[in-house]
């Protein structure tokens, strides 16, 4: 079963504009990570943010991240038409040793020209 | 670096055919991971080797899912029996953290469409 749960489940903005995702999980991380899918591709990892760290930047994107809520907010500014895609958190739990990703039921985001 | 590559991009079999996928790392990742996507729902874990040891599998891999790394390099992941249930993207996955990178670097996916 999936981790956690993200919200909105999908989301349409104009060109220019800023969009904000958010995500929450269930279990103590080791860090949480955002990725993008685009239609039928594979995943790119965006950015990682540790479970010590509070918020990260890198480029456009702007992640945050309250592990007393358990949550995460990833920022896109002045999003393009390119970004359209799906968005997805994926965290690490701090139990597992296999460090797999457990995924968000992800996000997506549609930015109109 | 190439990236992760995986084979075939797409299949389409019939019920109770057996089908099997590849997955070639990124050559210096010791870590593998295979996850499945069904259609609007994020990734999830299936198995996952260290070098050529299967370490953990989900309780989503049932008898008819194998999956081997022999010598440590690629993986292949074979459905015996296949059921339209199987229908889904299968996502092959590498990461190599005693290089200090966490993240995991995804390849295309294979389609697989059973009818």
């Known amino acids: 079963s999936q981790q956690g749960e993200e919200d909105p489940q999908a989301l349409s903005i104009q060109e220019g504009e800023n969009a904000t995702m958010n995500c929450s999980y269930k279990?103590?991380?080791?860090?949480l990570q955002w990725y993008r899918q685009n239609s039928g591709r594979g995943l790119v990892h965006l950015i990682l943010i540790r479970s010590n760290e509070r918020e990260k930047h890198s480029g456009r994107l702007r992640v945050t991240l309250d592990t007393s809520k358990k949550s995460s907010s990833l920022l896109i500014t002045a999003s393009r038409a390119a970004d359209t895609a799906s968005y997805f958190c994926?965290?690490?739990?701090?139990?597992?040793?296999?460090?797999?990703?457990?995924f968000g039921s992800g996000t997506r985001l549609l930015v109109r020209p | 670096d190439t990236g992760v590559s995986q084979n075939p991009r797409h299949k389409i079999t019939k019920r109770g055919q057996n089908v099997t996928f590849r997955c070639d790392p990124i050559?210096?990742?010791?870590?593998l991971y295979w996850y499945r996507q069904t259609l609007g729902q994020g990734p999830e874990f299936l198995t996952y080797f260290q070098n050529e040891a299967q370490l953990e599998k989900s309780r989503l891999l049932s008898d008819r899912f194998s999956a081997e790394r022999p010598k440590g390099s690629f993986s292949t992941l074979e459905i015996q029996r296949t059921e339209q249930g199987d229908s889904a993207m299968y996502l092959c996955?590498?990461?190599?953290?005693?290089?200090?990178?966490?993240?995991?670097?995804f390849g295309p996916g294979t389609r697989l469409t059973v009818t």
């Open positions: 996955a590498s990461s190599h953290r005693d290089l200090g990178a966490y993240e995991q670097y």
């Open positions: 279990t103590s991380i080791n860090n």
């Open positions: 050559s210096e990742h010791n870590r």
């Open positions: 994926a965290t690490e739990s701090r139990m597992d040793s296999s460090y797999k990703l457990i």
